[in-house]
């Protein structure tokens, strides 16, 4: 593709060179430039894109985009734009064809419930016999194959090469579970959604936004872009009409909305609801679509509205609420979400990713619904994140189990002393005899299931489906249900 063309797509400032030169890809890593590439400069947290240019220019870019003047070899065409994060994602979605234009697009936002939203409705589209593309925490799907996730949301050039594989591989419908960190960011710059569904919103990010109105407004970003009109599908945004924020995210909307929740205002209302240790049970009813009863095997209050959320998007799309029904009914349960442990023992193991505020109430709030015993809550705090965040979850912990265990999450740079202690802050206030702290994770998860009695759950929150433990800058193999498997199979044999 000829840089010409690529660069009708931003506002370009100045350019130097031959806009005729051939761009054979876009890359932003100078470690991963081959020849022929557009490198785009991006200013990171860490790294300043600007500064290896010239590493890139000598790997082979035959042109560069940057947000301010650098020096480059002679033939080598330099673009000047405002934002090279945004031109970054402009270009590759039109490198790669604009593929987001092909596909029916489905963005989920929220502080939680993205993972399991998003893995509801890609199981809804499946059952009507659509090939579906899947992007979120776990992992990215293109049909059946998988492909390693590193961001909830991929970076732009990423991402848009993922559509274009997912158009290219026969996928109809992509659904996305779209993070603040990517609309702040505009890693979705160049997506153009179909649909777009909110979770909620509770503390969360505090490292990276400056507050909650900042953070709030980036989950309002996607709602403006969707109902541009230029879309071959019918646009909708769903909205948690229970959450706070609702009003704002609705408002935001350049699509009709239609709302979901337990309240007597939702357009979509879960009735009837029945949580158990097994699953959980309500009725949708509406106006519109009349009622239907849904019997799953998630079980906890936020998937009843998980699954709502799911639900309205999909009779709201056009699909028979039989079919949304059976889909729903048919999902055993999302990787590292509530996800139980069982070797045979006579007490309750849940694995879970709850890492904010309202997360880890939640879990904790569920498993105390359903324990005939005590709940044993193991969970830390992320390390070089929202410190402002650890002590309410202290608090929270202290507040909503028996035997909280404070230890490691993804320690990172940060030592773990300091960010128990800030957990400590808060949990003392209410449990201020009544904690332990074990700082070394596997030990933390040996003396949970060591100290369980029958009738009892053991929540270990915070890392969910994660396989490692970032402890200083590495990343290191462990994963919170293996860790379970090997003492529960130890304790089986002992008895």
């Given amino acids: 593709m000829l840089l010409n063309d690529l660069l009708k797509s931003i506002t370009v400032l100045n350019m130097e060179g031959d806009g005729s030169t051939d761009i054979r890809g876009i890359c932003y890593d100078s470690r991963k430039v081959r020849p022929g590439s557009l490198f785009v400069a991006v200013e990171g947290f860490k790294n300043d894109g600007h500064n290896y240019v010239g590493r890139a220019v000598e790997a082979g870019a035959s042109a560069v985009l940057a947000q301010r003047m650098v020096e480059v070899p002679p033939g080598v065409p330099l673009v000047i734009t405002r934002d090279t994060r945004k031109g970054l994602a402009m270009v590759s979605a039109a490198f790669y064809g604009n593929p987001s234009r092909e596909l029916l697009l489905v963005g989920v936002t929220g502080t939680n419930g993205k993972t399991t939203t998003t893995s509801l409705i890609a199981s809804i589209y499946r059952a009507a016999g659509k090939k579906v593309g899947l992007i979120g925490t776990i992992a990215n799907y293109i049909g059946d194959r998988k492909l390693e996730a590193g961001h909830t949301t991929p970076e732009s050039a990423d991402l848009q090469e993922i559509l274009r594989d997912m158009v290219s591989e026969g996928v109809s419908v992509a659904v996305m579970e779209v993070s603040s960190h990517a609309l702040s960011l505009e890693r979705v710059a160049g997506c153009e959604f179909d649909v777009a569904v909110f979770t909620n919103l509770t503390q969360d990010h505090l490292d990276f936004h400056r507050d909650m109105e900042e953070y709030l407004e980036a989950k309002a970003h996607l709602f403006r872009s969707i109902g541009d009109g230029k879309r071959r599908f019918p646009s909708y945004a769903v909205v948690n009409a229970d959450d706070p924020h609702m009003a704002r995210i609705a408002e935001a909307s350049g699509a009709p909305v239609v709302t979901y929740g337990l309240s007597e205002k939702a357009d979509m209302r879960a009735v009837d609801i029945k949580v158990t240790g097994r699953g959980c049970s309500f009725t949708a009813v509406s106006g519109k679509y009349g009622s239907t009863h849904l019997s799953l095997r998630l079980t906890g209050l936020f998937n009843v509205y998980n699954a709502l959320a799911a639900y309205t998007m999909a009779v709201e799309g056009g699909f028979s609420p039989d079919l949304v029904k059976e889909a729903l009914e048919g999902v055993p349960g999302v ?128 890392k969910g489906h994660e396989d490692y433990q970032i402890i200083g800058t590495q990343k290191l193999p462990f994963d919170d249900r293996e860790e379970v498997k090997k003492v529960l199979e130890a304790l089986v044999k002992k008895k």
């Fill in 335 to 462: 990787p590292g979400r509530f996800e139980t442990v069982d070797c045979g023992q006579d007490f309750t193991v849940v694995v879970d990713y709850a890492h904010t505020p309202d997360g880890l109430e939640n879990i904790l709030k569920a498993a105390g619904t359903v324990a005939t015993g005590r709940v044993i809550a193991v969970f830390g705090c992320g390390g070089d994140r929202d410190r402002t965040k650890r002590p309410i979850m202290g608090e929270i912990a202290g507040r909503y189990s028996q035997v909280p265990i404070i230890t490691s999450d993804n320690p990172r740079t940060e030592a773990p002393d300091v960010i128990i202690r800030d957990i400590e802050e808060g949990i003392k206030r209410v449990a201020p005899n009544g904690y332990r702290v074990i700082p070394d994770r596997r030990e933390a998860i040996r003396l949970a299931v060591s100290v369980a009695r029958s009738g009892d759950m053991v929540v270990i929150a915070g």
